[in-house]
């Protein structure tokens, strides 16, 4: 029948009764040196207490069940230790480093600048923060109210103060400033909001050099249901109650819309914090909690919470926490020498960026966290030990040792990428992570970053906008950045660059320092003639895409010579000149590391001859390098270690597909990960024949055994997946893949799931695409193990997980291909009630990449429709997700296209005008293939004029180059596959 309409503030429960723990109020949370993972599975709001404690509300026996909290527990003492190891951490003491004054005389009556002037520094924050909430959005019981005593330092006379202050924070009573060595109370004359988020405060005279203590109250509000920066509210559903909770997120540049502050990471000063909540709640702050008292508001009983006094930190780090009172503990003292009391790493369900390394108080969201050994596929255990990896990795740089500014955030974020791939590497070697990095990092960011269209990785700007702050935030700051990084540790060597590391951050601990510094430690070998540091790096950091190398062997005097010529690399089929958003500063020329291999003889047409290793710089256009002996072959790019491309001749390509045919492993899985990445890339471009592709393809069916390689391979197989899926020609891709895809496995060895972790991720891979490419006995296999799953398990997966004997990794292929071909609408409404269901992240994750899999598109329409009821079953922050979901979907592209074009303000206005919505809409959209769904494209969303045009921009680029592909090399790849 029927189920019972639901309760306002309620959604149907689908879970069985259970108790809830709860604690008391003055219970202490913190010892000492303790790690404590809190865990808090509201819907999953997971709180890992690292001083480690739990937050569990409904889920608590199942995370206990499923071993989740000793799990990440064991991980992150693991992470520590490594660390104190490897960076040969010293006990942690403050070391103050000046800042620099900015000499200049600020008019009082006109400051538009977007950074502040340096003759005001902050000591110490006092802040007092009063919360008031429920579950509904109206301002008037939504809002807090703050204090907050400012220590200031006057380094220079002057007659003004300028501060962050956000327009949305109203100050509630006049601005006090007084000497806190005298009895000078300096009388204002005036303040007011400026321009760029700034406040101003005019005093009747200059005030001397000294220490001020300038005192704000203020009140705020949370935003709206989207907002998910500064101060912000949260609303989730917990056993079919609607439930809040208070978090923040600060970095780049909220802290300004919680507080009264100096909103730059150069300026760190210590914490005072202290929250006043209610009674039924708890509250987190950065530090240790060392006192509570409960005390009487307006007949309510409400708590205040003091934090101990912090370390030095800018104000994007400051943090605060308020949520449900309910959670479970699991905790441990092993952990030795860790300076930090208390950390608390805190999963909630939606968040703005992934995660957030406040100290001592770590954002996630939640399924980037969660996972249980039976449920959630390798892949994700991966990324779960390298997200904790990166995020504490702050700790050291970002947080001990802090950039200037924003223009160097590559660094922090690259850095901490490069820290965690170690981290995991180290501790988790069957991850096999620093080569893995090549195919889940590497080699997608080098697509991203071949057009024209891309962003650099840094930019020489001090004077950033909010908006521009935000760029720096991107994948490729990420991804290039941590791809530049180890490019870099490669041509130092590995303990040149720890040491280097170790010493930078030791010589600027708790203080601030800039890229130049970190520069300035590291040397470069022999082989750059004097080339600085500086000078290599950011040709690398501020020049958008990367070079192509081309390598060619001619011969005089009985010895072969390797020709060096570089080009910029990118996609420009139309030879399009527009003004570009970051112009290169070097024309577009790189200085190069080139690391190469030379073999064979030309005379004797041996290639298993005499063996040669040798570096060249190459920091002008063309080089030349003169060899000994007349060598018939070149490898260059050692290991696929430099963030470039090398084009060689096809005789040289020919004599690759002789040494591999003849000894496979003759190069390493890096090096044959780097030729079919350069032979994918330069055939879509159109300089190179479909003949290559299809040379190395047969050499990788029959002999490749490592995940790298068939993930690189796989990877690009996908993109000629998308660029014909809608065409004729897909059915030719898939009778020629489908027979090499299974040389090496048939569909049961690939169903038959290892425990060897790279080979399992090898499998899936392999089993993915084969579904891809309609491979019937793929779809039946895949559909005959969702029949085995008991109806039992989708209707209560908590109490039955032990019910699922699908592999973990197989699970999102199976549920997928089962709906995509399922005879009856059946395996659809399962799906639907395990995501219900389901108290595991990642297998909700796989559930809805079931449901939006459907052919049929009233389905489609069904989540759709849903996802816009109040207290709908399909949570906010899977909406995008879903929709990215469905649009990649051949079946569901069209549907995706027409609700996006219809309804963009509608859904922006639902679940938020963010970066979400953007990488959703390119998520789909770049794979469009055909000049009106280009047109479309153009139509609808402006090339200029919003803050998303250069993502749209970006998009275009991306269209254009598949159209070109199907209009000029379609029909040559065909040909070479169909012989």
């Known amino acids: 029948g029927a189920e019972p309409a639901a309760e306002p503030n309620q959604r149907p429960n689908r879970q069985p009764n259970r108790t809830i723990s709860r604690t008391e109020p003055n219970q202490p949370y913190h010892k000492p040196n303790l790690i404590r993972l809190m865990v808090r599975l509201v819907r999953t709001c997971l709180a890992l207490r690292f001083s480690l404690q739990t937050f569990s509300g409904v889920y608590a026996n199942e995370l206990e069940n499923v071993g989740i909290l000793q799990s990440i527990i064991g991980m992150i003492q693991k992470f520590l230790e490594f660390w104190k190891k490897w960076l040969n951490d010293k006990q942690i003491e403050s070391n103050t480093t000046p800042l620099p004054i900015n000499n200049s005389t600020v008019d009082p009556f006109a400051y538009s600048d977007f950074r502040l002037p340096n003759k005001t520094i902050p000591i110490n924050y006092n802040l007092t923060i009063k919360a008031f909430y429920n579950s509904n959005f109206k301002k008037e019981e939504n809002f807090f109210e703050g204090y907050v ?17 956000d327009p949305s924070l109203q100050i509630l009573d006049q601005i006090l400033v007084s000497s806190l060595t005298t009895e000078f109370k300096p009388k204002i004359i005036l303040s007011r909001h400026l321009a760029n988020q700034l406040y101003q405060i005019v005093f009747d005279q200059e005030i001397p050099n000294d220490q001020y203590l300038m005192e704000v109250s203020f009140k705020g509000d949370y935003g709206s249901e989207n907002n998910l920066v500064g101060f912000h509210k949260i609303n989730y559903y917990e056993n079919g109650l609607l439930k809040t909770m208070l978090a923040t997120k600060f970095q780049p540049a909220d802290a300004r819309k ?21 009674s039924d709640s708890i509250a987190l702050g950065n530090w240790p909690e060392i006192s509570n008292e409960n005390f009487n508001e307006n007949g309510k009983v409400r708590y205040r919470r003091k934090f101990a006094t912090t ?33 608390d790493i805190l999963s909630i369900p939606r968040t703005q960026s992934g995660a957030s390394e406040n100290w001592g108080l770590i954002n996630l969201r939640e399924n980037l966290i969660l996972y249980s050994d039976k449920n959630t596929k390798l892949a994700q255990k991966q990324a779960t030990a390298i997200t904790l990896a990166h995020e504490i990795s702050h700790s050291w740089f970002g947080n001990y040792l802090t950039v200037k500014f924003w223009q160097d955030a590559w660094l922090k974020e690259a850095m ?15 991850f096999d992570q620093m080569r893995q990095y090549i195919s889940t990092a590497k080699v997608p960011i080098m697509m991203e970053d071949s057009y024209s269209t891309t962003l650099p990785v840094a930019i020489k700007a001090d004077n950033l906008t909010p908006d521009q702050i935000l760029n720096m935030f991107t994948t490729i700051t990420y991804d290039k950045g941590v791809s530049i990084l180890i490019m870099i540790e490669k041509i130092v060597g590995e303990d040149n660059f720890k040491f280097s590391l170790r010493d930078f951050i030791h010589k600027f601990r708790f203080g601030v320092a800039d890229a130049d510094l970190f ?20 040709n690398w950091l501020y020049q958008k895409n990367f ?10 005097n009985n010895r072969a010579i390797v020709n060096f010529e570089q080009k910029r690399f990118f996609f420009n089929p139309l030879n399009e000149t527009e003004q570009e958003d970051f112009p290169s500063q070097y024309n577009n020329q790189w200085i190069v590391f080139i690391k190469c291999r030379v073999g064979g003889n030309i005379k004797s047409g041996n290639l298993n001859g005499s063996l040669r290793e040798f570096s060249y710089v190459l920091d002008q256009k063309k080089g030349v390098f003169q060899l000994d002996q007349e060598y018939s072959w070149i490898k260059c790019n050692s290991d696929f270690q430099g963030y470039f491309l090398v084009n ?23 090096d044959r990960a780097g030729i079919v990445q350069e032979i994918f890339y330069l055939t879509m471009k159109g300089d190179k024949p479909y003949s290559l592709i299809k040379d190395i393809s047969q050499l990788i069916s029959k002999n490749e055994n490592t995940f790298l390689t068939w993930s690189v391979f796989i990877w690009n197989l996908k993109k000629l997946a998308a660029l014909t899926e809608y065409r004729p020609s897909f059915k030719k891709l898939s009778d020629y893949l489908v027979p090499l895809l299974t040389t090496k496995y048939n569909v049961t060895e690939l169903f038959n799931d290892p425990e060897v972790h790279t080979i399992s991720q090898i499998k899936s891979e392999i089993l993915d695409i084969l579904c891809r490419l309609e491979n019937e006995e793929c779809i039946a296999k895949a559909s005959e193990l969702f029949d085995l799953i008991p109806d039992e398990y989708f209707s209560d997966p908590v109490s039955n997980v032990n019910l699922n004997n699908l592999k973990q990794n197989q699970r999102s292929i199976v549920y997928k291909y089962a709906v995509k071909n399922s005879p009856t609408d059946q395996r659809w409404y399962k799906l639907f009630d395990l995501y219900l269901n389901s108290a595991i992240p990642s297998e909700r994750e796989n559930a809805l990449n079931g449901l939006a899999s459907s052919t049929r598109i009233w389905q489609l329409e069904t989540l759709y429709e849903e996802a ?19 649009g990649k979907s051949s079946s569901g592209r069209d549907f995706f296209w027409r609700k996006f074009q219809k309804d963009f303000n509608k859904i922006g206005s639902k679940f938020g005008f963010d970066i979400f919505l953007i990488l959703t809409l390119k998520d789909v959209t770049e794979n469009f293939e055909n000049t009106p769904m280009l047109n479309e494209l153009t139509t609808t969303f402006p090339l200029n004029g919003t803050s998303f045009s250069l993502y749209i921009r970006h998009i275009r680029k991306y269209i254009i180059q598949n159209i070109y592909w199907n209009e000029n090399l379609e029909n040559e790849f065909l040909n070479q596959i169909s012989q």
Request: aromatic residues 18%; hydrophobic residues 40%.
């Open 519 to 538: 520069y300035e430690s590291i040397k470069l070998p022999a082989e750059f003639n004097g080339i600085s540091t500086k000078i290599f790096v950011e």
């Open 258 to 278: 919680a507080f009264p502050c100096f909103d730059e990471p150069a300026f760190k000063a210590t914490f005072d914090i202290t929250i006043e909540h209610p």
């Open 416 to 430: 901490s990428n490069f820290l965690a791939y170690k981290t995991v590497q180290n501790i988790y070697p069957d």
């Open 311 to 343: 370390f030095k930190m800018p104000t994007y780090l400051a943090a605060w926490f308020i949520g449900p009172l309910d959670y479970t503990f699991k905790a441990t003292t092993s952990t030795k020498n860790i300076s930090i009391k208390v950390w």
């Open 547 to 556: 070079p192509e190398i081309k390598v060619r062997l001619s011969y005089a």
């Open 149 to 165: 005593k400012i220590k200031l330092s006057q380094e220079f006379p002057s007659n003004i103060i300028i501060f962050h202050l």
């Open 868 to 886: 816009f009821k109040q207290n709908s079953k399909i949570r906010n922050e899977d909406f995008y997700p879903m929709m990215s979901l469905i």
């Open 648 to 670: 060689y001749d096809i005789p040289n390509y020919q004599a690759f597909n002789q040494i591999l045919s003849s000894n496979y492993s003759a190069f390493s899985a890096e």
